[in-house]
Protein backbone atom coordinates (compact mmCIF):
# COMPACT_ATOMS: atom_id res chain seq x y z
CA UNK A 1 0.00 0.00 0.00
CA UNK A 2 1.44 3.60 -0.87
CA UNK A 3 1.28 7.00 0.80
CA UNK A 4 -1.18 9.54 -0.11
CA UNK A 5 1.62 12.03 -1.06
CA UNK A 6 0.67 16.08 -1.68
CA UNK A 7 -3.03 13.98 -3.49
CA UNK A 8 -0.79 11.17 -5.79
CA UNK A 9 0.38 8.11 -4.46
CA UNK A 10 4.02 8.23 -3.26
CA UNK A 11 5.82 10.08 -6.62
CA UNK A 12 3.80 6.92 -8.94
CA UNK A 13 2.52 7.71 -12.12
CA UNK A 14 -0.32 5.74 -11.49
CA UNK A 15 -2.06 6.43 -8.55
CA UNK A 16 -4.00 3.36 -8.61
CA UNK A 17 -0.71 0.99 -8.16
CA UNK A 18 0.18 0.24 -4.98
CA UNK A 19 3.53 1.12 -4.10
CA UNK A 20 5.36 -2.18 -2.93
CA UNK A 21 6.70 -2.67 0.19
CA UNK A 22 10.60 -2.04 0.56
CA UNK A 23 10.75 1.30 -1.35
CA UNK A 24 12.78 4.32 -0.64
CA UNK A 25 12.34 7.51 -0.71
CA UNK A 26 14.73 10.69 0.15
CA UNK A 27 14.28 14.33 -0.42
CA UNK A 28 16.46 17.16 1.09
CA UNK A 29 19.96 18.50 0.16
CA UNK A 30 22.03 16.20 -2.08
CA UNK A 31 25.41 17.14 -2.17
CA UNK A 32 27.93 14.60 -1.52
CA UNK A 33 25.52 12.38 -2.66
CA UNK A 34 23.37 11.70 0.56
CA UNK A 35 19.96 11.32 -1.32
CA UNK A 36 21.60 8.14 -2.83
CA UNK A 37 20.20 8.75 -6.19
CA UNK A 38 23.20 9.40 -8.24
CA UNK A 39 23.69 12.85 -8.38
CA UNK A 40 24.18 16.15 -6.05
CA UNK A 41 20.62 17.84 -7.00
CA UNK A 42 18.35 19.00 -3.90
CA UNK A 43 14.99 17.54 -3.90
CA UNK A 44 12.01 19.17 -2.14
CA UNK A 45 9.51 16.55 -2.28
CA UNK A 46 10.85 12.35 -2.26
CA UNK A 47 12.57 10.86 -5.01
CA UNK A 48 12.69 6.55 -5.17
CA UNK A 49 15.91 5.34 -4.52
CA UNK A 50 16.84 2.53 -7.07
CA UNK A 51 16.25 -0.71 -5.66
CA UNK A 52 13.87 -2.74 -3.17
CA UNK A 53 13.22 -4.94 -0.12
CA UNK A 54 14.83 -2.07 1.88
CA UNK A 55 14.09 -2.49 5.46
CA UNK A 56 15.89 -0.26 7.71
CA UNK A 57 17.10 3.31 7.10
CA UNK A 58 19.48 5.63 9.38
CA UNK A 59 20.41 9.37 8.18
CA UNK A 60 22.55 11.41 9.65
CA UNK A 61 25.29 13.84 9.00
CA UNK A 62 26.68 13.79 5.66
CA UNK A 63 26.12 9.67 5.87
CA UNK A 64 23.11 7.48 5.06
CA UNK A 65 22.63 3.74 5.38
CA UNK A 66 19.95 1.43 4.81
CA UNK A 67 19.32 -2.91 5.08
CA UNK A 68 17.51 -4.70 3.15
CA UNK A 69 15.83 -8.21 3.51
CA UNK A 70 19.01 -10.49 3.07
CA UNK A 71 20.43 -9.02 5.63
CA UNK A 72 22.94 -7.22 3.71
CA UNK A 73 23.80 -3.24 5.02
CA UNK A 74 24.39 -0.18 2.06
CA UNK A 75 25.71 3.22 2.38
CA UNK A 76 25.92 6.26 0.49
CA UNK A 77 27.60 9.99 1.40
CA UNK A 78 30.77 11.37 2.56
CA UNK A 79 33.89 8.63 3.17
CA UNK A 80 36.56 10.72 3.27
CA UNK A 81 38.20 8.50 6.20
CA UNK A 82 36.91 5.21 5.45
CA UNK A 83 33.83 5.73 7.34
CA UNK A 84 31.57 3.80 4.70
CA UNK A 85 33.98 1.13 4.89
CA UNK A 86 35.05 1.58 1.41
CA UNK A 87 38.65 2.74 0.78
CA UNK A 88 37.95 6.11 1.49
CA UNK A 89 36.99 7.87 -1.48
CA UNK A 90 35.46 11.04 -1.17
CA UNK A 91 31.90 10.13 -1.74
CA UNK A 92 28.98 7.53 -2.79
CA UNK A 93 26.36 9.25 -4.29
CA UNK A 94 24.41 5.88 -4.51
CA UNK A 95 24.17 2.86 -2.36
CA UNK A 96 27.33 0.87 -2.18
CA UNK A 97 27.34 -2.45 0.13
CA UNK A 98 28.83 -2.93 3.32
CA UNK A 99 31.16 -6.65 3.19
CA UNK A 100 29.53 -9.38 5.00
CA UNK A 101 25.57 -9.85 6.02
CA UNK A 102 23.91 -10.36 9.46
CA UNK A 103 23.55 -6.97 9.97
CA UNK A 104 20.30 -5.35 12.32
CA UNK A 105 17.81 -3.67 10.43
CA UNK A 106 19.12 -0.25 10.11
CA UNK A 107 17.97 2.96 12.61
CA UNK A 108 19.43 5.44 14.72
CA UNK A 109 19.77 2.67 17.11
CA UNK A 110 22.01 0.20 14.99
CA UNK A 111 23.80 2.37 12.67
CA UNK A 112 25.36 5.82 13.87
CA UNK A 113 27.83 7.81 12.60
CA UNK A 114 29.59 10.30 14.95
CA UNK A 115 28.85 14.15 14.14
CA UNK A 116 32.86 15.45 14.53
CA UNK A 117 34.71 12.58 13.84
CA UNK A 118 33.68 10.72 10.94
CA UNK A 119 33.40 7.64 12.19
CA UNK A 120 30.86 5.16 11.59
CA UNK A 121 29.17 2.00 13.96
CA UNK A 122 27.60 -1.10 12.94
CA UNK A 123 25.42 -3.61 15.25
CA UNK A 124 24.81 -7.24 13.76
CA UNK A 125 22.44 -9.44 14.98
CA UNK A 126 25.02 -11.49 17.11
CA UNK A 127 25.45 -8.96 18.85
CA UNK A 128 28.63 -7.81 17.94
CA UNK A 129 29.89 -4.52 17.29
CA UNK A 130 31.94 -2.92 14.47
CA UNK A 131 33.23 0.36 13.65
CA UNK A 132 35.19 2.61 11.13
CA UNK A 133 37.15 5.58 10.30
CA UNK A 134 39.54 8.47 10.67
CA UNK A 135 40.44 7.02 14.59
CA UNK A 136 42.70 9.71 14.94
CA UNK A 137 44.19 12.17 17.83
CA UNK A 138 44.78 10.81 21.39
CA UNK A 139 41.25 9.31 21.92
CA UNK A 140 41.47 5.92 20.25
CA UNK A 141 37.40 6.70 19.26
CA UNK A 142 36.73 3.79 17.53
CA UNK A 143 37.27 2.22 21.39
CA UNK A 144 39.84 -0.13 19.71
CA UNK A 145 42.35 0.66 21.95
CA UNK A 146 44.93 2.44 19.30
CA UNK A 147 44.62 5.54 17.15
CA UNK A 148 44.50 3.62 13.64
CA UNK A 149 42.26 4.37 11.20
CA UNK A 150 40.19 1.82 9.56
CA UNK A 151 38.80 1.84 6.02
CA UNK A 152 36.02 -1.15 6.66
CA UNK A 153 34.37 -2.06 9.98
CA UNK A 154 36.88 -3.70 12.50
CA UNK A 155 35.15 -5.75 15.40
CA UNK A 156 35.47 -4.04 18.39
CA UNK A 157 35.73 -5.94 21.99
CA UNK A 158 32.82 -7.91 23.17
CA UNK A 159 29.50 -8.98 22.86
CA UNK A 160 25.62 -8.56 23.72
CA UNK A 161 25.74 -4.58 22.08
CA UNK A 162 22.10 -3.51 21.95
CA UNK A 163 21.62 0.14 21.43
CA UNK A 164 23.33 2.83 20.57
CA UNK A 165 23.00 6.95 20.93
CA UNK A 166 25.14 9.07 19.39
CA UNK A 167 26.43 12.78 19.93
CA UNK A 168 28.56 15.19 18.24
CA UNK A 169 31.49 14.00 19.96
CA UNK A 170 31.16 10.33 21.22
CA UNK A 171 28.74 7.23 21.51
CA UNK A 172 26.92 5.51 24.41
CA UNK A 173 25.40 1.70 24.05
CA UNK A 174 23.46 -0.34 26.02
CA UNK A 175 23.89 -3.58 26.01
CA UNK A 176 21.71 -6.72 27.23
CA UNK A 177 22.31 -7.08 30.51
CA UNK A 178 21.12 -3.59 31.01
CA UNK A 179 25.04 -1.98 31.36
CA UNK A 180 26.14 1.59 29.37
CA UNK A 181 29.03 1.65 27.84
CA UNK A 182 30.67 4.88 26.28
CA UNK A 183 33.13 5.13 23.34
CA UNK A 184 34.69 8.48 22.08
CA UNK A 185 36.05 11.82 22.78
CA UNK A 186 36.01 12.90 26.54
CA UNK A 187 37.57 16.10 27.73
CA UNK A 188 37.89 18.69 24.97
CA UNK A 189 35.85 22.18 25.00
CA UNK A 190 33.13 20.20 23.43
CA UNK A 191 33.02 17.17 25.86
CA UNK A 192 34.11 17.26 29.37
CA UNK A 193 32.35 14.91 31.03
CA UNK A 194 30.18 13.44 28.05
CA UNK A 195 32.16 9.43 28.66
CA UNK A 196 29.86 10.10 32.31
CA UNK A 197 33.42 8.98 34.36
CA UNK A 198 33.45 11.87 36.39
CA UNK A 199 36.65 13.18 34.84
CA UNK A 200 37.87 14.78 31.85
CA UNK A 201 39.98 11.28 31.16
CA UNK A 202 40.62 9.81 27.06
CA UNK A 203 39.36 6.68 26.65
CA UNK A 204 40.84 4.69 23.88
CA UNK A 205 38.46 1.66 24.79
CA UNK A 206 34.73 1.66 25.85
CA UNK A 207 34.34 2.54 29.38
CA UNK A 208 31.02 1.36 31.50
CA UNK A 209 28.82 4.30 32.61
CA UNK A 210 27.78 4.10 36.51
CA UNK A 211 24.38 1.96 37.19
CA UNK A 212 22.41 -0.92 35.37
CA UNK A 213 19.24 -0.67 34.07
CA UNK A 214 20.16 1.26 30.93
CA UNK A 215 17.39 0.98 28.38
CA UNK A 216 18.23 3.59 25.47
CA UNK A 217 20.26 6.61 25.22
CA UNK A 218 20.78 9.21 22.82
CA UNK A 219 23.21 12.62 22.85
CA UNK A 220 23.10 16.25 21.25
CA UNK A 221 26.44 19.19 21.74
CA UNK A 222 28.51 17.03 23.71
CA UNK A 223 26.45 15.56 26.43
CA UNK A 224 24.45 12.68 26.37
CA UNK A 225 20.94 11.36 27.73
CA UNK A 226 19.57 7.69 28.65
CA UNK A 227 16.69 5.95 29.81
CA UNK A 228 16.42 3.50 32.68
CA UNK A 229 13.48 0.60 32.66
CA UNK A 230 12.40 2.19 35.89
CA UNK A 231 11.58 4.79 33.97
CA UNK A 232 13.46 7.78 34.96
CA UNK A 233 15.79 10.00 32.87
CA UNK A 234 19.66 10.84 32.82
CA UNK A 235 21.55 13.66 31.34
CA UNK A 236 25.49 14.31 32.08
CA UNK A 237 28.21 16.46 29.79
CA UNK A 238 28.03 19.69 28.62
CA UNK A 239 25.25 21.86 29.55
CA UNK A 240 25.63 24.61 26.90
CA UNK A 241 27.14 25.37 23.87
CA UNK A 242 29.57 28.28 22.67
CA UNK A 243 29.04 29.82 25.70
CA UNK A 244 25.60 30.94 24.91
CA UNK A 245 23.23 28.01 24.80
CA UNK A 246 22.32 27.31 28.63
CA UNK A 247 20.39 24.56 30.47
CA UNK A 248 20.79 22.27 27.50
CA UNK A 249 20.43 19.13 29.84
CA UNK A 250 17.23 20.01 30.97
CA UNK A 251 18.09 20.29 34.70
CA UNK A 252 16.89 23.66 35.27
CA UNK A 253 20.83 24.92 35.56
CA UNK A 254 23.31 26.10 33.99
CA UNK A 255 26.47 23.55 35.77
CA UNK A 256 28.61 20.97 33.94
CA UNK A 257 28.09 17.06 34.63
CA UNK A 258 30.54 14.48 34.49
CA UNK A 259 28.12 11.87 35.63
CA UNK A 260 24.31 10.66 34.89
CA UNK A 261 22.21 13.24 36.74
CA UNK A 262 18.21 12.37 37.38
CA UNK A 263 16.34 14.57 35.52
CA UNK A 264 12.86 15.35 37.79
CA UNK A 265 10.01 12.91 37.08
CA UNK A 266 9.54 9.22 36.02
CA UNK A 267 7.67 7.22 33.57
CA UNK A 268 9.87 8.43 31.14
CA UNK A 269 9.57 6.02 28.40
CA UNK A 270 12.52 7.32 24.77
CA UNK A 271 14.41 10.26 24.47
CA UNK A 272 15.87 11.69 21.19
CA UNK A 273 18.38 14.74 20.89
CA UNK A 274 18.91 17.39 18.09
CA UNK A 275 21.93 19.58 18.35
CA UNK A 276 20.92 22.14 20.86
CA UNK A 277 17.34 20.46 21.82
CA UNK A 278 16.17 17.05 23.00
CA UNK A 279 12.64 15.46 23.78
CA UNK A 280 11.05 12.81 25.90
CA UNK A 281 7.68 10.86 25.56
CA UNK A 282 6.28 9.71 28.81
CA UNK A 283 4.23 6.35 29.18
CA UNK A 284 1.31 8.28 29.14
CA UNK A 285 1.50 9.79 25.60
CA UNK A 286 2.91 12.84 26.46
CA UNK A 287 5.63 14.71 25.04
CA UNK A 288 8.14 17.30 26.26
CA UNK A 289 11.11 19.05 25.07
CA UNK A 290 14.01 21.41 26.97
CA UNK A 291 17.17 23.07 24.85
CA UNK A 292 17.59 25.93 22.22
CA UNK A 293 15.79 26.29 19.18
CA UNK A 294 18.05 28.09 16.72
CA UNK A 295 15.57 27.01 14.06
CA UNK A 296 12.07 25.93 15.80
CA UNK A 297 13.73 22.35 17.04
CA UNK A 298 11.61 22.72 20.76
CA UNK A 299 8.02 23.09 18.74
CA UNK A 300 7.22 25.34 21.15
CA UNK A 301 6.15 28.03 18.61
CA UNK A 302 9.46 30.07 19.18
CA UNK A 303 12.54 30.18 17.75
CA UNK A 304 14.74 32.12 20.63
CA UNK A 305 13.04 30.85 23.74
CA UNK A 306 15.78 28.51 25.45
CA UNK A 307 13.95 25.74 27.82
CA UNK A 308 16.70 24.83 30.99
CA UNK A 309 13.65 21.94 32.23
CA UNK A 310 11.06 19.92 30.25
CA UNK A 311 8.28 21.49 28.99
CA UNK A 312 5.18 19.81 27.22
CA UNK A 313 4.50 19.95 23.48
CA UNK A 314 0.72 20.60 23.06
CA UNK A 315 -1.28 17.29 22.52
CA UNK A 316 -1.43 13.53 23.78
CA UNK A 317 -1.08 10.43 22.33
CA UNK A 318 2.46 10.69 21.24
CA UNK A 319 4.22 7.28 21.06
CA UNK A 320 7.61 6.11 21.17
CA UNK A 321 8.67 7.00 17.61
CA UNK A 322 10.64 9.61 17.86
CA UNK A 323 12.61 10.60 15.18
CA UNK A 324 15.48 13.18 15.53
CA UNK A 325 17.87 15.43 13.01
CA UNK A 326 20.72 17.92 13.82
CA UNK A 327 18.61 20.44 13.80
CA UNK A 328 14.72 18.83 13.43
CA UNK A 329 12.45 16.50 15.53
CA UNK A 330 9.44 14.81 14.95
CA UNK A 331 7.39 12.30 16.53
CA UNK A 332 4.63 10.01 15.18
CA UNK A 333 0.63 9.53 17.11
CA UNK A 334 -1.12 6.65 18.19
CA UNK A 335 -3.77 7.44 15.51
CA UNK A 336 -0.93 6.91 12.62
CA UNK A 337 0.14 10.61 12.05
CA UNK A 338 3.30 11.95 11.57
CA UNK A 339 5.01 15.49 13.30
CA UNK A 340 7.82 17.25 12.43
CA UNK A 341 9.16 20.57 13.44
CA UNK A 342 12.30 22.52 12.95
CA UNK A 343 14.76 23.18 9.91
CA UNK A 344 13.02 22.29 6.33
CA UNK A 345 16.26 23.92 4.48
CA UNK A 346 15.63 22.01 1.06
CA UNK A 347 12.17 20.84 1.85
CA UNK A 348 13.72 18.01 4.10
CA UNK A 349 10.75 17.90 6.18
CA UNK A 350 8.69 16.58 3.32
CA UNK A 351 5.65 18.50 4.42
CA UNK A 352 4.56 19.70 0.48
CA UNK A 353 6.02 20.16 -2.65
CA UNK A 354 9.20 22.96 -2.49
CA UNK A 355 7.78 23.59 1.07
CA UNK A 356 10.86 25.26 2.76
CA UNK A 357 9.57 27.01 5.56
CA UNK A 358 10.85 26.18 8.93
CA UNK A 359 8.54 24.77 11.44
CA UNK A 360 8.51 26.26 15.25
CA UNK A 361 5.48 24.04 16.25
CA UNK A 362 4.39 20.22 15.16
CA UNK A 363 3.49 20.08 11.82
CA UNK A 364 1.71 17.46 9.89
CA UNK A 365 4.01 15.21 7.32
CA UNK A 366 0.84 14.14 4.88
CA UNK A 367 -0.62 10.60 4.96
CA UNK A 368 -1.41 8.36 8.06
CA UNK A 369 -0.51 5.16 8.89
CA UNK A 370 3.08 6.28 10.03
CA UNK A 371 3.63 4.08 12.23
CA UNK A 372 3.92 0.85 10.00
CA UNK A 373 6.76 3.12 8.35
CA UNK A 374 10.12 4.20 8.67
CA UNK A 375 10.35 8.07 8.53
CA UNK A 376 14.19 9.12 9.04
CA UNK A 377 15.20 12.83 9.63
CA UNK A 378 19.53 13.29 8.61
CA UNK A 379 21.72 16.89 8.28
CA UNK A 380 19.64 18.31 5.47
CA UNK A 381 18.20 15.37 3.97
CA UNK A 382 15.19 12.53 5.25
CA UNK A 383 13.66 9.98 3.99
CA UNK A 384 11.29 7.05 4.28
CA UNK A 385 10.47 3.35 3.47
CA UNK A 386 7.46 1.80 2.49
CA UNK A 387 7.15 -1.51 4.60
Wanted: charged share 15%; aromatic share 10%; proline share 5%.
Amino acid sequence: QGVTWYGYETMKNDPAEPTPAGTLYTAGYGQAGRLGLNDEIPRSSPVQVPGTQWTGLSLDGSYASATKTDGTLWVWGYDSYGELGQNATLYHSSPVQIPGTQWSTASYEKVSFVWNAAIAFYIKTDGTLWGSGINSGSSGLLGLNDVVARSSPTQIPGTQWDKMGHSREGLTVTKTDGTLWFIGRNGDSYSTGISGQNNAVQHSSPVQIPGTQWNQSTGGFGNMFATKTDGTLWAWGMNSALGAYLGLLGLNDHVQRSSPTQLPGTQWSKVASATYATMAVKTDGTLWVWGKPNDGETGLNTSTIARSSPTQIPGTQWTTTLISGRSALGATKTDGTLWVWGSNARGRLMIGVNDKVNRSSPTQVPGTEWNSRLYNLGDNASGYIIL
